[in-house]
């Protein structure tokens, strides 16, 4: 009886740390920015990372996410992020990478704004910034999906087909949801007719 408790006890603890391990180092285990061996690499991380971020939190702001993402800089120790975030905030980071920066949480003000501005019904307002805003980020997933959808409210089904044909062209492969945009388009009651 006491043997089969232990084996019991040995077996939960095998099963936290196997939980552990995968929520760790599983398919979703995110890395700092200096792990990824390639850009591409880091930019889809932190795009989902950021999509996760604010599936969460649907309601917070850009100062909300930088302050999330320094935290999760902390939680790692990534310690050459950190650093980096220190020389952006002293000014001691060099002009090329604090216009890189500047352009990202730009693209990231962009994508939030189009949202509020499809989930507020004003899809026109929305397609105008979205015009403005893919002539210095045409490669936005995030950008083009807003116009897709705000195309789609209007009942404007051809260029809603084009926005969200774009999207799969752009979106990475693995990105389910916007490989997935054309054909819920194009089968939806509005237009499928």
């Not at 920015?33 to 690499?41: G, L, R």
Request: a negative charge; hydrophobic letters at 40%; one cysteine or more.
């Amino acid at each position: 009886m006491i043997l089969e408790q232990k084996w019991n006890i040995l077996g939960g603890a095998l099963l936290l740390l196997g939980i552990w391990a995968f929520v760790s180092y599983g398919p979703y285990h995110q890395k700092c920015p200096d792990e990824y061996t390639t850009s591409e690499e880091h930019l889809a991380a932190v795009e989902k990372w950021t999509n996760d971020f604010y599936d969460k939190n649907p309601d917070a702001s850009l100062g909300d996410w930088a302050a999330a993402r320094h935290n999760f800089y902390k939680k790692n120790n990534c310690k050459e992020a950190l650093q980096r975030v220190e020389d952006y905030d002293s000014g001691k980071a060099d002009p090329a990478s604090k216009k890189i920066v500047d352009e990202v949480v730009d693209e990231v003000i962009f994508g939030h704004r189009l949202y509020e501005l499809v989930s507020d019904g004003k899809y026109e307002e929305a397609l105008a910034l979205s015009s403005n805003a893919m002539e210095t980020y045409p490669n936005s997933v995030d950008i083009w999906i807003h116009r897709t959808m705000a195309y789609y409210f209007l009942s404007n089904c051809a260029e809603a087909a084009a926005a969200a044909y774009h999207v799969s062209m752009i979106a990475p492969e693995d990105d389910e949801d916007a490989q997935q945009l054309l054909p819920n388009i194009l089968n939806s009651d509005l237009c499928a007719q």
